[in-house]
């Protein structure tokens, strides 16, 4: 892969931001190091490694130092955002024209699953904030890239995905926010919940109905924040993903351009699952990430309490129960890569396999947090640790994107339609 203009600005800035001060979860895994065994940087090209390194620098650096306050206090750390945007991670898989860094399927997992050891959920905001960019950037017409694409890749501007409503959900192609076409712009009704980054960001990604029933009467608008008939619910209390913002998104005979709609009518659904797909191993990326750091932690401190005058680390019990989290952080990451590398390459087999890797590693890498926690003890159960706020961000990897029940859906569909 050549060496485009911002990935050389990625391993710029990536070596000043190297020499800052590291986080306690950092400190301690670089005195003991990342044991070889589940080294994320395992096969990648030098260019690779260069980009993962800034993007665990980046992490550890301006990430990790406020994960626990950014849960607590439900901050959208917009600046921090804006500064991996520097990085060039507000379009890693945009082209450069229009402000992208243009990487690959690939390349964009490994910095997801090294943001997240950081903040899984910021780096999950950011990864729906990639999704929403990279349909524009796919879609959308000349003057739509244009007039949207650099100002999502630097962050000036963030995005939100709207698919979801109150009554649809999984069964997403039954949405009934209705877009009325009237001269040269689009009449919308209805309301999308659970939106993330919902009224908080700018340029909302909308899929709504303007034909018949089902898949094919859905089309895809990008509505900007302070069109009028445009308005949000409150902010949602959540388990966890508390540092972005999730709200209804609401329209009372919102007027949107025709113009701002991406592809043809009826192509919405379409746009919305190609979309997904990306989004699937984005947000597994997360999971490994959350997973990597969990595995550490968990590994730091079997070494360091003792009970029964030694360390825990000397019980059989719990070396075997490690040994099968770093087995599944391994496999996971193994068939996140596959599928990444599937849908770069356009393969036919490309969307089960996102859809594999998304069920596997979020349910997998959800057990490892979650083991982790156990094998803290109480301490697995105080905020003070880090470990129980990767458990609840990353549970929600297992319902949204997709839930792991309608991830299933589609690699049985697959199984026993194709022949
Ligand atoms: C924090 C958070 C952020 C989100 N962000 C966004 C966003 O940015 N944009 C967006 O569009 N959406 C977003 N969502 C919505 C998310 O995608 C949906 O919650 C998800 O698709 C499931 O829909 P539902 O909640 O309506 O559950 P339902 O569809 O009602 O499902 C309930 C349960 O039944 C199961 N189920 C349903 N049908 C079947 C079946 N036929 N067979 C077996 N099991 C079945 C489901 O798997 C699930 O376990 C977010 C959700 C959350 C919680």
């Known amino acids: 892969m050549a060496v485009v203009g911002p990935l050389s600005r990625i391993a710029r800035l990536g070596r000043n931001i190297c020499q800052n001060h590291r986080l306690i979860f950092n400190k301690i895994s670089q005195r003991r190091g990342i044991a070889s065994c589940i080294d994320p940087s395992h096969g990648l090209s030098d260019e690779q490694k260069e980009f993962q390194k800034v993007a665990f620098d980046f992490a550890a650096n301006e990430m990790s130092p406020h994960m626990a306050e950014w849960d607590q206090k439900e901050v959208f750390p917009v600046e921090t955002m804006r500064k991996a945007a520097q990085l060039g991670f507000g379009g890693i898989y945009v082209q450069p024209d229009v402000g992208g860094s243009g990487l690959s399927r690939l390349d964009t997992s490994i910095i997801f699953e090294a943001l997240s050891t950081g903040c899984a959920s ?146 919405g659904f379409s746009i919305a699952m190609k979309g997904l797909n990306g989004g699937r191993i984005n947000i597994a990326s997360c999971s490994l990430g959350a997973a990597h750091a969990c595995v550490l932690l968990a590994r730091d401190h079997l070494l360091v309490r003792k009970q029964f005058g030694e360390t825990l680390a000397n019980s059989q019990f719990l070396q075997f129960k490690l040994a099968e989290m770093a087995t599944k952080l391994v496999t996971s990451r193994l068939l996140v890569r596959d599928a990444a590398t599937a849908l770069q390459q356009n393969r036919s087999d490309a969307v089960t396999l996102c859809s594999m890797a998304k069920l596997f590693a979020t349910d997998e890498c959800f057990n490892i947090c979650n083991q982790a926690l156990q094998m803290h003890g109480g301490y697995g159960y105080l905020k003070d640790y880090a470990v129980q706020q990767f458990v609840r961000d990353i549970r929600v990897h297992q319902i949204l994107e997709g839930t792991n029940e309608v991830m299933r859906m589609i690699i049985s569909r697959n199984l026993l339609t194709e022949s």
């Open 122 to 267: 910021t780096t999950a905001y950011i990864s729906i904030h990639n999704m929403c960019a990279w349909m524009i950037d796919t879609f959308g017409n000349v003057d739509q890239r244009e007039k949207f694409c650099p100002d999502l890749c630097s962050m000036e501007k963030f995005a939100s995905y709207c698919l979801t409503e109150p009554g649809s959900g999984s069964d997403a192609a039954s949405l009934l926010t209705s877009a009325q076409k009237k001269g040269d712009h689009y009449i919308l009704n209805g309301s999308k919940a659970f939106i993330s980054g919902g009224g908080d960001t700018d340029v909302y990604v909308v899929m709504c109905r303007t034909g018949g029933k089902g898949p094919k009467g859905i089309s895809c608008l990008v509505v900007e924040k302070g069109t009028p008939g445009l308005s949000f619910g409150k902010k949602e209390k959540k388990v966890g993903w508390n540092s972005q913002p999730t709200r209804a998104v609401i329209f009372e005979d919102c007027a949107v351009p025709v113009a701002n709609r991406l592809g043809e009518e009826g192509q």
